[in-house]
């Protein structure tokens, strides 16, 4: 017996990873990126680095 329950936000990620994987190394997608597009000037991108205090 299988049982079910409601989706919740704990099951994001999991979905997200499977929806990724669905699209993955195929030819044919709506609007999924298979890079990161780049920013035309004069934008910029920016990275948060963080310090890790267990160095």
Known sequence: MRDAR???SADEESWLR???LSFL????FDDVRTSKPGCPPPGYELVEVVQRWWR
């Open 6 to 8: 409601a989706v919740g």
């Open 18 to 20: 499977c929806r990724v």
């Open 25 to 28: 190394h195929k030819p044919y």
